[in-house]
Nanobody, 129 residues
Framework: QVQLVESGGGSVQAGGSLRLSCAAS????????MGWFRQAPGKEREGVVT???????SYADSVKGRFTISQDNAKNTLYLQMNSLKPEDTAMYFC???????????????????????WGKGTLVTISS
């Protein structure tokens, strides 16, 4: 089992920045796919960005150039730096991890039917105009 706890959400104005953190504990895997997903009110959950155990990243088009994923393996923590935030970024943000035994490690993997094994409870991000 893997436990994921997100933090860092909040309310900021458009154009502002936030940094989300995801602390992971429990089992560790040498091969994995981790990522950030979000769900806005009344909408389906969507992938934002993923990172694999080789450090390769994949971003949704909507956040390219504004969001940056990073990880601190020594601290077992995943980060999401969000800059130039827009009202449409308002959502609950979830950290997720997968043992990555199938499919590509990219934001679309849920839509592609592969999903993620472990999920955090989420942290709310609200962007006002």
């Amino acid at each position: 089992q893997v436990q994921l706890v997100e933090s860092g959400g909040g309310s900021v104005q458009a154009g502002g920045s936030l940094r989300l953190s995801c602390a992971a504990s429990g089992n560790t895997y040498s091969t994995y796919c981790m990522g950030w997903f979000r769900q806005a009110p009344g909408k389906e959950r969507e992938g934002v960005v993923t990172i694999d155990s080789d450090g390769s990243t994949s971003y949704a088009d909507s956040v390219k150039g504004r969001f940056t994923i990073s990880q601190d393996n020594a601290k077992n923590t995943l980060y999401l730096q969000m800059n130039s935030l827009k009202p449409e970024d308002t959502a609950m943000y979830f950290c997720a991890a997968d043992r990555w035994v199938a499919g590509d490690c990219r934001p679309e993997r849920e839509v592609e039917g592969y999903g993620m094994d472990y999920w955090g409870k989420g942290t709310l991000v609200t962007i006002s105009s």
